[in-house]
């Protein structure tokens, strides 16, 4: 029994390292746009709502 338990630790351990990664990573991918980048794209979302 005991042995479930650390695998069920390890397990979880490890699906929060990997829920980090992600997260990090979106956020990385977010800052990369400049303004007039996220201007434009929010213009675009804009104009396709209008449609």
């Given at each position: 029994?005991?042995?479930?338990?650390?695998?069920?630790?390890?397990?979880?351990?490890?699906?929060?390292?990997a829920?980090?990664?992600?997260?990090?990573?979106?956020?990385?991918?977010?800052?990369?746009?400049?303004?007039?980048?996220?201007?434009?794209?929010?213009?675009?979302?804009?104009?396709?709502?209008?449609?």
């Open positions: 029994m005991r042995r479930v338990w650390k695998f069920l630790g390890l397990a979880g351990v490890v699906g929060v390292a829920t980090g990664a992600a997260i990090a990573r979106a956020e990385r991918q977010r800052r990369a746009y400049t303004p007039d980048e996220i201007r434009d794209r929010l213009r675009e979302r804009g104009a396709e709502t209008e449609r």
